[in-house]
């Protein structure tokens, strides 16, 4: 179990296609909460990378974001996107599976959310299920690659709410999706090539509740991916960390490209997609 008043770092870097990655982690309880029930996994070796939040309640909650981070840094090496892809669906049927039995002998639901990068070559795959997310900044601009399992979301994409509607709904924040809830995951998948450049943010919603967007394009795209994570954690704890928060920053940099800090996004050349305020962003 992590400690409640310590930010938990951790940094890598692994040559792969041409491409180098960087990447940094920080998970922090925040200043309401005792427990942190999120974890991350941060395995460039492997080209895995990942963000749970557990549900539950306490020892629940952390349990399940363990079981599912612990499931996926079994992976191992794989020989092909592909492979990576199936060592991927085989873990994670695996999580789901322990975390349906601990919550059948306790007789309530014990889930996760999980926002997971695969990275073989210079191809990626984003799998997430729930509200954890996995953001891409790319050429001074921010894209969230995932989209929310939540039931504000699902209603406000069916037509049901308004986006003023949806940011102001009680119940906007309640999950959809987990790890853990159903028989099998339900899972979204996102895919494409990385290019040299690139910035990966993965965070649970500990984050997103109190930094926007645009927040997190200036922090990643200014600073080394260390640096950057501690950035986000200490301005969520400026603003009250209501919850447990975990940043996960993989940057992608041509073999050749000095390490360190990627070149600085200014204010004036932010750019942010125009999308509906869903009571995450600050």
Not at 65 to 74: E, K, P
Not at 137 to 163: S, V
Request: hydrophobic share 45%; with cysteine.
């Amino acid at each position: 179990m992590r400690s409640p008043s310590d930010h938990v770092p951790s940094a890598g870097t692994l040559p792969v296609d041409l491409l180098r990655i960087e990447c940094g982690s920080v998970t922090h309880p925040g200043k309401v909460r005792t427990e942190n029930e999120d974890s991350c996994l941060v395995a460039p070796e492997i080209g895995v990378f990942a963000v749970a939040d557990g549900m539950g309640g306490h020892e629940d909650g952390a349990l399940a974001s363990s079981t599912v981070v612990g499931a996926l840094a079994t992976i191992g090496a794989a020989v092909s996107a592909a492979d990576l892809m199936a060592r991927f669906e085989d873990r994670i049927l695996r999580a789901n599976a322990a975390l349906r039995s601990v919550g059948q002998s306790r007789g309530c639901v014990v889930g996760s959310t999980a926002a997971v990068l695969l990275v073989f070559g210079r191809d990626f795959a984003c799998l997430w299920s729930g509200d954890s997310r996995v953001y891409r900044i790319r050429d001074a601009a921010i894209e969230q690659l995932t989209r929310d399992h939540t039931e504000g979301r699902d209603l406000f994409e069916r037509g049901i709410l308004t986006a003023a509607e949806m940011a102001a709904w009680p119940r906007r924040h309640v999950l959809t999706r987990a790890v853990g809830v159903r028989d099998r995951p339900e899972m979204d998948l996102e895919q494409g090539q990385v290019r040299a450049g690139d910035i990966f943010v993965l965070c649970s919603d500990g984050l997103t509740g109190h930094v926007a967007d645009r927040d997190i394009l200036l922090a990643a795209g200014s600073a080394a991916p260390q640096g950057a994570c501690e950035a986000l954690v200490d301005l969520t704890l400026e603003r009250g960390a209501s919850d447990n928060v975990t940043v996960v920053v993989i940057r992608c940099c041509d073999q050749g490209e000095p390490a360190g800090r990627p070149a600085a996004v200014s204010p004036a050349t932010v750019m942010l997609p125009v999308r509906p305020a869903d009571g995450g962003d600050a």
